[in-house]
């Protein structure tokens, strides 16, 4: 159980364009969700918790009106990167948990983005 | 803030040895869990272990909470164990608990 499924898995996109991000809990409502970005080798970097029914909660330096989150669900998360730039290429994954609490986190399989 | 900090930063090991990596922890740990990032960029969960002792076949984990650390035992180590090993702990932020990563151990099996 507690599979979180997040597409697509790769895409490229032309500078200026916005690309949308999605992220499942497919058997579990998921009441908070995480969003993160990592360079290469280095490790993942919050962005952002997403709580449903709420605004995102953005981590200090992190652009709200680049990186648009939605949590309109039980099951499913947003993150979409608006007017793409190439320095917005990187790895992009989501987690989710069953709670706001003290649980396991468990990841989708993260997105590679490359804005050409 | 909260400080997680992992050691061995980078470990090469032949088919078969063990292994132990370590996560230290800034203040009193009520949640920690550590997870195997594979060469593809997936992220599995390997064990959520605020204290004492788990164990999932050949790995292994143990938290003493008081002297705020952790460690994660591989025992007789593969190829398909190479990858990136983060340990996590997380802070109470408006009623949430919000991950902090540590920066992870690369670690390499060859055959």
């Known amino acids: 159980g507690a599979v979180v499924s997040q597409h697509p898995s790769r895409v490229i996109c032309k500078s200026g364009t916005s690309v949308k991000i999605e992220c499942r809990s497919l058997d579990f409502q998921a009441t908070t969700m995480f969003w993160y970005r990592q360079f290469p080798k280095q490790s993942l970097m919050l962005m952002a918790t997403?709580?449903?029914?709420?605004?995102?909660?953005?981590e200090q330096g992190v652009e709200k009106d680049k990186f648009l989150i939605n949590h309109a669900s039980l099951t499913l998360s947003t993150l979409t990167v608006t007017s793409a730039h190439p320095e917005d290429s990187s790895f992009y994954i989501c987690?989710?948990?069953?709670?706001?609490?003290?649980?396991?986190?468990?990841f989708g399989n993260g997105t590679r983005l490359t804005v050409t | 803030g909260i400080q997680v900090e992992q050691s061995p930063p980078d470990l090469i090991l032949q088919e078969g040895a063990n292994s132990t990596l370590r996560c230290n922890f800034s203040d009193s740990v009520n949640n920690l869990q550590w997870f195997h990032q594979n060469p593809w960029g997936q992220l599995i969960n390997l064990f959520y272990i605020p204290s004492g002792t788990k164990q999932n076949g050949r790995l292994s984990a143990t938290t003493v909470a008081t002297e705020r650390y952790s460690l994660l035992y591989i025992s007789s180590s593969q190829t398909t164990d190479s990858g990136v090993y983060f340990c996590a702990r997380f802070r109470t932020s408006g009623g949430s608990y919000i991950p902090t990563f540590g920066r992870g151990t690369s670690l390499i099996v060859h055959p």
């Open positions: 987690s989710a948990r069953r709670d706001s609490g003290n649980s396991p986190l468990h």
């Open positions: 997403s709580n449903e029914g709420s605004k995102a909660t953005y």
